[in-house]
């Protein structure tokens, strides 16, 4: 006789309508990012649907708080940063968890490539404390590797890949009568015998009207952390269709189209709804493309500036967008209507890197989009790839003098530094370097050769630095945190840093200008001065005098 296929959690109805607990960790094995509130807009928008259905649902906010920046003091360049991150993050979750007084029926967790490890280690803790509730994943790494990641994680029931909001509610109703998981579209899950399974894609919200403003319990508490940033979300999606972006990939898991927008209207009415009640006039929307394309993309940035100057909000918002996104007239009437800071993908100075990449711009239509960012005296945030797998000597050299010269601006942040391309899975890129260059690792992490063997060498002797420059950055704390006792001492505190961290991001050009000198002999004062800058930050945080002016030695 066939013995029956056990259960697995989920598969048995729950006594009492299901709980749901949303846990937002950090996005990044970072102190940095683990003092900021998470503030994970996602959770926000998928609590408010199910409360919307009478589901409890929650959000758990796990962050550090000011009683344990000590310890971010003394760890801030040690080789053993996320462990320690790992651990008090894990301790935190379950406190929080356990805080609450009652069971929960189903976890939620939102995974990124940077935070995967840091998630997959704290279901495992959550699954053997309450070992009948229901680890859910979702995001967009998950929705890239669901597959995977149930494959070799037995603490991980399930994995709602895409946009959830189609699926969220299906999927509760299910668990709640104690089966039909197979007809919940969006799921991945494990068949009795311990099959994964992938189920149909959800279909996606057409018009973004019609989802529900994002759930507000947390919205004080993100305020009283960020000092009144909140994020905000107008669009889901991106024209653009790079080769190496995850977002693209997500939305061909998604079966979504490119680009989905809400009207002007809907979005100011909840930017004045934010502002009248919680005070909020400090925005920062999510888009990956803010504008769009063409035409029909600056026509609905210009609506919505027309209506926030309508409305007389005097707000301030930060954006995303693309470098052929960017025209004076309309970066012109965003900035009259509250626009202070853009993050711009810019990617690369060289027109075969950007015909890899699949951007659609040129090197031209990069510098222009800069410059013209600059000329507004707008601040931003360039991202910018200066390594990967196709990157020659040659391009280095031509690409370097155009960056540095950027980066001299104070104003222009560049992001990340130096840090290599990332390959995501089920991206055009990572199939293109599989076939043409050297890969190895899986889709928790893949490392690989540069083509040009000369290009790869530099790349090996000035990574090691670029690692500690980004430790740096990453693992020191926010000014927020700092304990100033005045507006006036945290606004110097921040001046300081910034001009700090300014410093570091010239200091990491010099660095690979001697080693593409032939003079990587003097690289050794780089580390020097590396080594005072991190001091000086430190005395910030412990408000202590700052000595030396820090300028970086000349290239």
Known sequence: MTEPAKKQAGERPFRNKPRVFFVALPSNESYADALVHPQHIG???LAAILRKHGYEARILNVYLDESELQDVLFSMDSPYVERHLSDIIVRKTIAAVHGLGVQPNIVGFSVTCRNAELVQEVAGVIKSNYPDAVVLLGGVHASLCARELLAE???IDHI???????????????LAGGGGLGDVAGLGRRAPDGAVV???AAAVEADLDNLPFPAEDDLQEISDRNNAKIRISSSRG??????FCSISAFNRVSCASSLRVRSACNIVDEIEHLRDVYGINQFVFVDPEFIGSGRRGRDRALGLAD????RELDIRFKIDCRADSVELETMSVLKEAGLYSVEIGVESFDDEILGILNKKVSKQQNISALSCLCRLGLDVTMDYIFYTPWTTLEMMKRDLPILKDFCGNPRIRLFPVFRPLQLVPQTGVLDRAYAECGVWGDYRGYEYRLRDPRAHNLFRRHMPFCRRVQSLILNSPRIRVTGASSSTEEASNVREYNRIG???????IVHIERLLSGDGGKTAQCEKQLHSLRASMISIYSKHDLSGDGRPVAG
């Open 43 to 45: 959770y926000r928008y």
């Open 307 to 310: 209506e926030l100057r309508r």
């Open 502 to 508: 300014w410093l570091v991001k010239m200091l990491t």
């Open 160 to 174: 709602l890949y895409g946009e959830a909001e189609h699926s969220i509610v299906p999927y509760v109703n299910a």
């Open 238 to 243: 991106c024209s653009g269709g790079c080769s």
């Open 198 to 200: 992938i189920n149909p």
């Open 153 to 155: 994680n037995p603490q």
